[in-house]
């Protein structure tokens, strides 16, 4: 039963978690394949982790359509990853769900009962406040207007564009200076690691996106490799090596190593990290 808590590539089911700095799961999301097995799952996950299901309170339960998402992981639940961020949490999951010829899914949502009371108060504190809509600052890729993308963290923002966006990455200060003197009909878009280059240009919105932590790197990499990878790790990682390009090629590594050099997980882990970081 404890394998539910293991990250791994999952075909039936997928338990997404919030938690707190003391690792305390205040947010659960159970998808699956069916209404039975997210019960299954969730009840599993609460027998593994030691948790008592009168903790927490059910907010949301139903089907949904996969549509176009291929599978389900801490990368693709961005949104979500964004909100409990807000509220002090870090989102992990016990892997990947792939959704290959699935088309609806079930998901539970829970949260804890502190964390359920908090909300409330809140919400019920800001009353006489205008509501602010949400909005996420990769949000203001959507909207047709130039943009600078100072990418650290190493997301695809090509993925995030609209079809008639131009994307230029690392482009010289002169050629993007042209471009903005341009009459156009389409926004451009500078990605780059050092949005201190462009501080001349008068870009509409300027979008910051900060490493990883060593947390998040952690989760990343063992969603990845499918199984668990401590963040103690990688304290001596330097920031810019904690991107999300960075987990991809850590991964790939490992997997290598343990492929054709026939190395156990945490030899061959041990090793890409200092291959990764240039060691001996």
Same mark, same amino acid.
Do not use: C, H
């Given at each position: 039963?404890?394998?539910?808590?293991?990250?791994?590539?999952?075909?039936?089911?997928?338990?997404?978690?919030?938690?707190?700095?003391?690792?305390?799961?205040?947010?659960?999301?159970?998808?699956?394949?069916?209404?039975?097995?997210?019960?299954?799952?969730?009840?599993?996950?609460?027998?593994?982790?030691?948790?008592?299901?009168?903790?927490?309170?059910?907010?949301?339960?139903?089907?949904?359509?996969?549509?176009?998402?291929?599978?389900?992981? =801490?990368?693709?639940?961005?949104?979500?990853?964004?909100?409990?961020?807000?509220?002090?949490?870090?989102?992990?999951?016990?892997?990947?769900?792939?959704?290959?010829?699935?088309?609806?899914?079930?998901?539970? =949502?829970?949260?804890?009962?502190?964390?359920?009371?908090?909300? =409330? =108060?809140?919400?019920?504190?800001?009353?006489?406040?205008?509501?602010?809509?949400?909005?996420?600052?990769?949000?203001?890729?959507?909207?047709?207007?130039?943009?600078?993308?100072?990418?650290?963290?190493?997301?695809?923002?090509?993925?995030?564009?609209?079809?008639?966006?131009?994307?230029?990455?690392?482009?010289?200060?002169?050629?993007?200076?042209?471009?903005?003197?341009?009459?156009?009909?389409?926004?451009?878009?500078?990605?780059?690691?050092?949005?201190?280059?462009?501080?001349?240009?008068?870009?509409?919105?300027?979008?910051?996106?900060?490493?990883?932590?060593?947390?998040?790197?952690?989760?990343?990499?063992?969603?990845?490799?499918?199984?668990?990878?401590?963040?103690?790790?990688?304290?001596?990682?330097?920031?810019?090596?904690?991107?999300?390009?960075?987990?991809?090629?850590?991964?790939?590594?490992?997997?290598?190593?343990?492929?054709?050099?026939?190395?156990?997980?945490?030899?061959?882990?041990?090793?890409?990290?200092?291959?990764?970081?240039?060691?001996?």
């Amino acid at each position: 039963m404890e394998d539910i808590l293991i990250p791994k590539e999952r075909r039936d089911a997928v338990v997404l978690i919030g938690v707190d700095r003391g690792e305390n799961v205040e947010f659960i999301k159970v998808y699956a394949v069916s209404e039975e097995k997210a019960k299954q799952t969730l009840e599993e996950f609460f027998s593994a982790r030691g948790l008592f299901p009168g903790d927490y309170r059910l907010v949301s339960r139903g089907s949904e359509e996969v549509g176009e998402r291929k599978a389900i992981t =801490t990368k693709s639940e961005a949104s979500l990853s964004a909100s409990l961020a807000r509220l002090g949490l870090r989102l992990l999951s016990n892997g990947v769900l792939y959704l290959e010829g699935v088309e609806r899914i079930y998901q539970f =949502t829970l949260v804890s009962e502190s964390l359920y009371r908090r909300i =409330t =108060t809140e919400k019920e504190g800001d009353v006489k406040e205008e509501p602010i809509p949400e909005f996420e600052p990769l949000d203001v890729l959507s909207l047709g207007v130039d943009v600078l993308v100072e990418n650290l963290r190493g997301i695809e923002v090509a993925e995030l564009l609209p079809p008639n966006a131009v994307l230029l990455k690392e482009p010289p200060l002169e050629e993007v200076y042209e471009l903005l003197e341009t009459e156009r009909d389409f926004p451009v878009v500078v990605e780059t690691k050092d949005a201190g280059r462009y501080s001349s240009l008068d870009f509409p919105a300027v979008v910051r996106l900060p490493p990883l932590t060593v947390e998040e790197f952690a989760a990343e990499l063992s969603e990845r490799l499918g199984f668990v990878v401590e963040p103690e790790r990688f304290l001596d990682y330097p920031p810019e090596r904690l991107n999300l390009k960075n987990v991809d090629a850590l991964a790939g590594l490992v997997k290598a190593l343990m492929a054709q050099k026939r190395f156990s997980p945490e030899e061959a882990l041990s090793l890409a990290v200092r291959l990764n970081l240039g060691g001996p």
